[in-house]
């Protein structure tokens, strides 16, 4: 349902709010490795993110990928529209230009449903609930459990 560079996004994000959470800056090799992307593909993922002012990076010693203080709020649905923008939560479910209430698809009135929710479900969840959920060992982030994060660098 989302492209892999959407999906990378958020997994990138959330790891990256995971390690500021413990007060580390991670790099993009780090990303790369722990979100089980292409380095170079995690660095293009990343220097969008950046340039959309989603998150902040620093070069140097001690530099790195890390949120402001209200970046981390930022929600799914923000990350959806800049990565893909929003044909995810407004285009017919099969693809059909002239779908619309007027004018269904077979499958118009049940995908419609599926889209609100999951418009409703992208706006609700933040980087930082989702890290908070990993961080206290609700959920998983591919291979990063809680017992990971102890030994991330």
């Not at 413990?22 to 780090?30: C, D, N, T």
């Not at 203080?69 to 893909?84: F, G, R």
Request: hydrophobic share 40%; aromatic share 6%.
């Amino acid at each position: 349902m989302l492209s892999k560079s959407t999906e990378y996004a958020i997994r990138a994000l959330i790891l990256v709010q995971l390690q500021n959470l413990r007060g580390k800056r991670p790099g993009v090799a780090a990303i790369a490795k722990e979100i089980e992307a292409p380095v170079a593909f995690t660095a293009k993922i990343l220097h969008t993110l950046t340039s959309r002012k989603l998150l902040k990076s620093m070069k140097g010693r001690g530099g790195g990928f890390f949120f402001s203080e209200n970046q981390a709020q930022l929600t799914v649905h923000e990350i959806i529209l800049v990565m893909e923008g929003d044909a995810l939560f407004t285009e017919c479910g099969m693809g059909l230009s002239n779908c619309s209430d007027d004018n269904p698809c077979p499958l118009h009135d049940q995908y419609e449903k599926i889209r609100d929710q999951l418009l409703a479900l992208a706006k609700l969840e933040s980087i930082h609930s989702m890290a908070l959920k990993i961080k206290s060992g609700q959920a998983v982030l591919s291979r990063i459990t809680q017992n990971d994060l102890n030994y991330t660098k």
